[in-house]
Nanobody, 130 residues
Framework: QVHLVESGGGLVQPGGSLRLSCAAS????????MGWFRQAPGKEREGVSIIKGSDGSTDYADSVKGRFTISRDHAKNTVYLQMHSLKPEDTAVYYCAADRIEGSVVGALKWPAYYALDYWGKGTLVTVSV
């Protein structure tokens, strides 16, 4: 049974930082592309950041570039999302996802509604508020 479990969400003030973790179990994901996505109340899911399995290269949504950093620890089968300078508009449930097909994760970053990725976690809530 494959599981992706997110953790690290919580309440943080504007300008603060959080680090999200996505722990994978059930198989090794080192060759998989993985990504972080988020969904705010009343809004569609949007891509936040992805990291490729082939070369570890990364990409980000314009709204988080320069503030968020994605990374992965192959030994721990875990992907991280370090978030700095958080804004109220970053408030959302954050999900991690994985897929064997790198192009699907890359495409899902910009068009998440069009790509059915293989594995999803259940999400962790991030609330940015005073």
């Amino acid at each position: 049974q494959v599981h992706l479990v997110e953790s690290g969400g919580g309440l943080v003030q504007p300008g603060g930082s959080l680090r999200l973790s996505c722990a994978a179990s059930g198989r090794t994901f080192s060759s998989y592309a993985m990504g972080w996505f988020r969904q705010a109340p009343g809004k569609e899911r949007e891509g936040v950041s992805i990291i490729k399995g082939s070369d570890g290269s990364t990409d980000y949504a314009d709204s988080v570039k320069g503030r968020f950093t994605i990374s992965r620890d192959h030994a721990k089968n875990t992907v991280y999302l370090q978030m700095h300078s958080l804004k109220p508009e970053d408030t959302a449930v954050y999900y991690c996802a994985a897929d064997r097909i790198e192009g699907s994760v890359v495409g899902a970053l910009k068009w998440p509604a069009y790509y059915a990725l293989d594995y999803w976690g259940k999400g962790t809530l991030v609330t940015v508020s005073v």
